[in-house]
């Protein structure tokens, strides 16, 4: 059981360059998410997903696409490369999210240390 | 805007101290959880309260939770050095589907 992984743990881009950070669980987890971690500013959501085929938009989805056509995975796509998204990516998941109680554990990957330049 | 605020944004405290930090809310919550950040590592789940729940424990943490004030509170006893880490809070804002972090807490604990 590898829970939460993430590819790849570093990345280099430079401003205009696209890529997909990977996301895969193996916990038949329904509900994930994407964050990206800048210092002092805690964890911002931008991607969520409640199941396979759903996707919808968290604080700050702007310069982000994801997919989930799997249970599994739930790759991030960056369209288009800024300094901005400089940042550490984290995906997580959790077992589903239900009405009127929210969500349990969420299980954490490593993260992705991007850079733009 | 996030929806949990903690408090202290830091805080330094010998061995074997307590440790509290708190976290404010906006709205309306189903549940509120805590997590620890290890320097350069993914979060882990600590505990969650739910919105019926006035307090939790956990080993050497407790938890407890005012919904008519909004806060909740994460005490760990007896402090350890493994102990220095960042501390979040996440709730779920109001009806939508996002468990959402506040600003975290970095804690260190001094020899």
């Known amino acids: 059981n590898a829970g939460v992984t993430q590819t790849p743990k570093f990345q280099v881009l430079k401003t205009g360059q696209s890529m997909t950070l990977q996301c895969a669980q193996d916990m038949n987890h329904e509900y994930m998410s994407w964050y990206r971690q800048d210092p002092g500013m805690g964890l911002r959501l931008i991607h969520y997903s409640v199941g396979a085929g759903i996707t919808d938009q968290g604080e700050v989805p702007n310069g982000y696409n994801v997919s989930r056509s799997t249970t599994e995975d739930f790759p991030l796509r960056l369209l288009s490369a800024a300094p901005s998204q400089t940042s550490v990516y984290f995906c997580?998941?959790?077992?589903?999210?239900?009405?009127?109680?929210?969500?349990?554990?969420?299980?954490f990957g490593p993260g992705t240390r991007l850079t733009v330049l | 805007s996030q929806q949990g605020e903690e408090d202290p944004q830091a805080l330094s405290i010998q061995e074997g101290e307590n440790a509290t930090m708190n976290c404010s809310y906006k709205t309306s919550i189903n549940n509120l959880q805590w997590y620890r950040q290890n320097s350069g590592r993914g979060l882990v789940h600590l505990i969650l309260?739910?919105?019926?729940?006035r307090e939790k424990h956990s080993g050497r943490l407790r938890v407890t939770l005012d919904t008519s004030k909004k806060s909740s509170s994460l005490l760990i006893t007896a402090s350890r050095a493994a102990d220095t880490a960042s501390y979040f809070c996440a709730t779920a804002a109001g009806g939508a589907q996002k468990l959402v972090f506040g600003q975290g807490t970095r804690l260190t604990i001094n020899p």
């Open positions: 309260i739910r919105s019926n729940e």
């Open positions: 997580a998941s959790s077992y589903r999210w239900t009405a009127g109680i929210g969500t349990d554990t969420q299980y």
